[in-house]
């Protein structure tokens, strides 16, 4: 999809919200869209989702949206479940398929106790999760959230993440604005910030080392897998061409399934999409700064655990390019 020279005003005299807006939306990305409060992000998202229009400019090659507003409009006259499989049916799942699909994300969302509760009864958090929930049940090409994970519960929020994780991995796109700079940290493949009007983009990319040496900024990756695994193989083709100790480090699994993972900081974009695209995926709890591998840049690392470093499996041979390095199409 592609937006040029975008521009949205609300009323023929209104002030531009949204100005000359220029946008290719790859398929298979995940792209995090950021600004001050009023500058402009859920009239953007309203744009890319396909529910409103732009007042000049054009919007092309739309695939199949679904969107989560910022504000739901909870109090509609279904139940939970009955809601849900009304828009299965309307975003074309067809017979029992429809029905078992509203099941499937209720019961995903923690929340199958509340599938015959009518929509205008259901809690916030409930309320939040069905909205949610009627965004991923028809696998859309391109989702849209606006502050989805806000008012959901711990649980629900992780289970977003995953969503989130499986469409990009699927080869959808997933657009989202979050107030918590935490959110997805790092798997963004780009950031764009809307300023004034305009929408530009804002480096993804942590500061590259230089793959030949073992200095240069590093990340540490606090990930949670199943208990005492070890990170998915895609961490390690994650890291062809990083050097090896002491710039990457992984800590031993702890009996919660906690791993520390400290790689170049050119690289931990590529770490946490394959940890987050596992199966199962591995739940990203922190990325914080790290010391370089020669100590000499950044703070100190975050000492979160007392851990036996110890290198990872040995590089592939081809290193393979990481995907947030690969240019969008
Ligand atoms: N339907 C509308 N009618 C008139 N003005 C609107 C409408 N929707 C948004 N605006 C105005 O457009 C501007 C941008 O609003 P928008 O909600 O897109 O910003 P935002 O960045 O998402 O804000 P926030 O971070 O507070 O959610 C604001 O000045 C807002 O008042």
């Known amino acids: 999809m592609r937006l040029d020279g975008v521009g949205r005003r609300y009323g023929v005299r209104g002030p531009w919200v949204l100005r000359e807006v220029r946008l290719d939306v790859p398929a298979g990305a995940l792209l995090r869209i950021e600004g001050a409060n009023g500058s402009g992000k859920s009239t953007l998202l309203r744009l890319l989702a396909g529910i409103d229009r732009p007042s000049t400019g054009r919007i092309t090659g739309r695939p199949r949206s679904a969107y989560v507003p910022e504000r739901f409009p909870g109090a509609l006259p279904f139940t939970a479940a009955g809601y849900l499989t009304h828009l299965a049916r309307i975003r074309g799942l067809r017979g029992p398929e429809a029905g078992r699909r509203a099941t499937e994300w209720l019961e995903r969302f923690g929340a199958a106790g509340h599938a015959?509760?009518?929509?205008?009864?259901?809690?916030?958090?409930?309320?939040?999760?069905?909205?949610?929930?009627?965004?991923?049940?028809?696998?859309?090409?391109?989702?849209?959230?606006?502050?989805?994970?806000?008012?959901?519960?711990?649980?629900?929020?992780?289970?977003?993440?995953?969503?989130?994780?499986?469409?990009?991995?699927?080869?959808?796109?997933?657009?989202?604005?979050?107030?918590?700079?935490?959110?997805?940290?790092?798997?963004?493949?780009?950031?764009?910030?809307?300023?004034?009007?305009?929408?530009?983009?804002?480096?993804?990319?942590?500061?590259?080392?230089?793959?030949?040496?073992?200095?240069?900024?590093?990340?540490?990756?606090?990930?949670?897998?199943?208990?005492?695994?070890?990170?998915?193989?895609?961490?390690?083709?994650?890291?062809?061409?990083?050097?090896?100790?002491?710039?990457v480090t992984r800590s031993a699994p702890g009996p919660d399934g906690t791993t520390l993972l400290t790689v170049p900081a050119a690289h931990s974009d590529a770490v946490l999409r394959a940890l987050l695209t596992a199966r199962p995926p591995w739940h990203i709890r922190a990325v914080t700064t790290a010391p370089g591998a020669d100590g000499a840049d950044g703070p100190a690392d975050t000492g979160a655990h007392d851990t036996a470093e110890h290198p990872t499996a040995a590089p592939t041979p081809t290193p393979a390019p990481a995907p947030d390095e690969a240019p969008l199409p």
Do not use: N
């Open 116 to 247: 015959r509760t009518p929509m205008a009864e259901l809690s916030k958090g409930t309320s939040q999760k069905v909205a949610v929930a009627q965004a991923l049940l028809a696998e859309p090409a391109l989702l849209v959230l606006d502050e989805a994970w806000t008012g959901l519960d711990h649980g629900a929020r992780e289970v977003l993440d995953r969503a989130v994780a499986e469409r990009v991995a699927d080869g959808g796109t997933v657009v989202f604005v979050d107030h918590d700079p935490r959110r997805l940290a790092g798997a963004a493949d780009a950031h764009y910030r809307v300023d004034d009007g305009r929408l530009l983009p804002r480096d993804t990319h942590l500061p590259t080392a230089d793959p030949g040496t073992a200095t240069g900024p590093r990340v540490t990756i606090e990930a949670e897998g199943p208990p005492g695994s070890a990170p998915p193989a895609g961490t390690d083709q994650a890291l062809a061409g990083a050097p090896p100790l002491p710039a």
